[in-house]
């Protein structure tokens, strides 16, 4: 059981407002396998449009900064297996799951500033047609989205979208992804001048500002143009959520916030301190580059109103379920290994950070600590492959407050353990303590905020000038002729191959 001793921080600077996202999945259990059992636990409407846009409203209300929507593409079915879905489907862990993109117009149309940072995978679709994808959310919410790139880590799913094929090997898939990426850009920033729609004299569009991108690459080849005018945002912010060293690597690159977990502060700011070299390495303002760390919280008015909320919670969970996500996001089979066995370090194609973080000793982690099965799925059966934080709300936000200034972690995506209780919680009890302290915003900036905003500040509605793709951009004003001279220039320094 974790530990509730309330921690104090001795300040010795103005805090800065930390990133406060919610973290859900269009799914039954997200991280806590089985509490779609309990009964106040609604994540069994997540097929319904209330859910979404009750979600929406409430983390409004709580001047959240962004919903961050997990997806994976099929079950996991690596626990006792191979090819066993029995415990993912039995105990509701991530599965059944819908589409993320289809609920993020719905939250939209409910509020103003609330902003989405929705999972695609690199491996799902062509290019092109993610990209039109990704630009009518930009529309639609009116430069309220991002979008978390990952290149998948199931089996399962590279059979079922990729023709019956193997997972390629996971250092290929980020070079596919790089590709991947490039082609979006251009397709968002290179296709279409800033200044392309013009409506007047009657014409909509002018084709003189319309241009085909010609990219041809190893994985790819696409002509274009866009199909979509240039988005409020010109570009969707980017987000990154791998952690190993070649995933950590391309967020370097490309990325303007990063999904990255520790399971102690110090083991988090060794990751956060490799990212940030690799940030500058690539020629970037580390501030640049945010870091959230995953996090279930378990709170009430009083410390032992949420311990009795913890233990009313741990009736419920699936250690069954708990054991089929761990053995799906590590490709490590768990149930071959005793219960007082220690995991070893595998080599495996799945999540390699993953597998590091429960098999490799990190900095804070008691010298005695085994990691055996047993350890690990006491652990995973509530927040999964977050940390835990349980107590009243001056507690919670303590020790929120301490993994901030020990780690240097920008800010956290808030989990449930039942929802939306958990998220109901956050919003009554914790947030109003963190604001009060200078660590959260009581307002939005200003209304109709854009998720790049969110980020860095009123008037950041496009990258960062040290930003690979920030010199993609055809600008208003600027002929067909002049953008394609000054192109080849950006491509050579950011993206030659």
Same mark, same amino acid.
């Given at each position: 059981?974790?530990?509730?001793?309330?921690? @104090?921080?001795?300040?010795?600077?103005?805090?800065?407002?930390?990133?406060?996202?919610?973290?859900?999945?269009?799914?039954?259990?997200?991280?806590?396998?089985?509490?779609?059992?309990?009964?106040?636990?609604?994540?069994?409407?997540?097929?319904?449009?209330?859910?979404?846009?009750?979600?929406?409203?409430?983390?409004?209300?709580?001047?959240?900064?962004?919903?961050?929507?997990?997806?994976?593409?099929?079950?996991?079915?690596?626990?006792?297996?191979?090819?066993?879905?029995?415990?993912?489907?039995?105990?509701?862990?991530?599965?059944?799951?819908?589409?993320?993109?289809?609920?993020?117009?719905?939250?939209?149309?409910?509020? @103003?500033?609330?902003?989405?940072?929705?999972?695609?995978?690199?491996?799902?679709?062509?290019?092109?047609?993610?990209?039109?994808?990704?630009?009518?959310?930009?529309?639609?919410?009116?430069?309220?989205?991002?979008?978390?790139?990952?290149?998948?880590?199931?089996?399962?799913?590279?059979?079922?979208?990729?023709?019956?094929?193997?997972?390629?090997?996971?250092?290929?898939?980020?070079?596919?992804?790089?590709?991947?990426? %490039?082609?979006?850009?251009?397709?968002?920033?290179?296709?279409?001048?800033?200044?392309?729609?013009?409506?007047?004299?009657?014409?909509?569009?002018?084709?003189?500002?319309?241009?085909?991108?010609?990219?041809?690459?190893?994985?790819?080849?696409?002509?274009?143009?866009?199909?979509? %005018?240039?988005?409020?945002?010109?570009?969707?912010?980017?987000?990154?959520?791998?952690?190993?060293?070649?995933?950590?690597?391309?967020?370097?690159?490309?990325?303007?916030?990063?999904?990255?977990?520790?399971?102690?502060?110090?083991?988090?700011?060794?990751?956060?301190?490799?990212?940030? @070299?690799?940030?500058?390495?690539?020629?970037?303002?580390?501030?640049?580059?945010?870091?959230?760390?995953?996090?279930?919280?378990?709170?009430?008015?009083?410390?032992?109103?949420?311990? +009795?909320?913890?233990?009313?919670?741990?009736?419920?969970?699936?250690?069954?379920?708990?054991? +089929?996500?761990?053995?799906?996001?590590?490709?490590?089979?768990?149930?071959?290994?005793?219960?007082?066995?220690?995991?070893?370090?595998?080599?495996?194609?799945?999540?390699?950070?993953?597998?590091?973080?429960?098999?490799?000793?990190?900095?804070?982690?008691?010298?005695?600590?085994?990691?055996?099965?047993?350890?690990?799925?006491?652990?995973?059966?509530?927040?999964?492959?977050?940390?835990?934080?349980?107590?009243?709300?001056?507690?919670?936000?303590?020790?929120?407050?301490?993994?901030?200034?020990?780690?240097?972690?920008?800010?956290?995506?808030?989990?449930?353990?039942?929802?939306?209780?958990?998220?109901?919680?956050?919003? %009554?009890?914790?947030?109003?303590?963190?604001?009060?302290?200078?660590?959260?915003?009581?307002?939005?900036?200003?209304?109709?905020?854009?998720?790049?905003?969110?980020?860095?500040?009123?008037?950041?509605?496009?990258?960062?000038?040290?930003?690979?793709?920030?010199?993609?951009?055809?600008? +208003?004003?600027?002929?067909?002729?002049?953008?394609?001279?000054?192109?080849?220039?950006?491509?050579?320094?950011?993206?030659?191959?």
């Amino acid at each position: 059981m974790p530990t509730h001793k309330r921690q @104090k921080v001795e300040l010795e600077k103005k805090p800065k407002h930390l990133i406060i996202n919610a973290f859900d999945m269009m799914c039954p259990s997200l991280q806590t396998a089985g509490l779609w059992k309990h009964p106040k636990d609604k994540s069994r409407d997540y097929n319904t449009i209330e859910y979404w846009a009750n979600l929406a409203k409430l983390l409004e209300k709580g001047k959240v900064n962004a919903l961050f929507i997990a997806d994976v593409l099929s079950g996991y079915d690596v626990y006792n297996g191979p090819r066993n879905f029995d415990a993912a489907a039995r105990s509701g862990a991530q599965f059944p799951i819908n589409d993320p993109h289809a609920a993020i117009p719905v939250m939209a149309a409910v509020t @103003k500033n609330l902003t989405f940072a929705v999972t695609s995978s690199t491996i799902t679709e062509a290019p092109y047609h993610f990209a039109r994808r990704l630009a009518t959310l930009d529309h639609l919410t009116k430069g309220r989205i991002g979008w978390n790139i990952v290149s998948s880590y199931l089996d399962s799913s590279a059979r079922n979208v990729l023709n019956g094929a193997n997972l390629p090997d996971h250092d290929e898939r980020y070079d596919k992804a790089e590709e991947y990426l %490039e082609v979006v850009y251009q397709l968002f920033l290179s296709s279409w001048a800033d200044d392309a729609v013009e409506l007047k004299n009657g014409v909509f569009s002018n084709p003189d500002k319309i241009r085909e991108i010609n990219y041809e690459g190893k994985h790819y080849t696409v002509p274009g143009p866009s199909i979509t %005018e240039p988005t409020p945002q010109r570009l969707p912010v980017i987000l990154q959520a791998g952690a190993s060293t070649k995933g950590l690597e391309y967020a370097a690159k490309h990325a303007e916030a990063v999904f990255i977990n520790g399971m102690t502060p110090e083991g988090l700011k060794t990751k956060i301190d490799k990212l940030k @070299k690799l940030v500058v390495a690539n020629g970037r303002n580390p501030d640049d580059v945010k870091t959230v760390q995953l996090v279930t919280v378990i709170t009430g008015p009083t410390h032992d109103e949420a311990i +009795a909320k913890y233990k009313d919670y741990k009736q419920y969970t699936d250690k069954e379920g708990a054991q +089929a996500l761990f053995s799906g996001w590590t490709g490590v089979d768990i149930g071959k290994f005793a219960y007082d066995e220690e995991l070893d370090k595998n080599q495996t194609n799945s999540i390699r950070s993953f597998v590091e973080m429960w098999t490799k000793p990190m900095p804070g982690d008691p010298p005695d600590l085994k990691k055996t099965r047993a350890t690990i799925v006491d652990q995973l059966e509530i927040g999964g492959l977050g940390i835990l934080i349980i107590g009243d709300p001056n507690e919670v936000a303590d020790e929120l407050i301490r993994w901030h200034e020990v780690s240097g972690v920008d800010g956290f995506n808030f989990t449930y353990a039942v929802s939306p209780g958990s998220f109901e919680d956050l919003v %009554e009890y914790v947030i109003p303590v963190l604001q009060e302290r200078g660590y959260a915003q009581k307002e939005y900036p200003r209304e109709g905020i854009t998720f790049r905003e969110n980020l860095y500040g009123v008037g950041n509605t496009y990258l960062k000038p040290d930003h690979p793709a920030y010199g993609l951009r055809w600008r +208003a004003g600027e002929t067909k002729e002049e953008f394609e001279k000054r192109l080849p220039k950006v491509l050579e320094e950011h993206f030659s191959k």
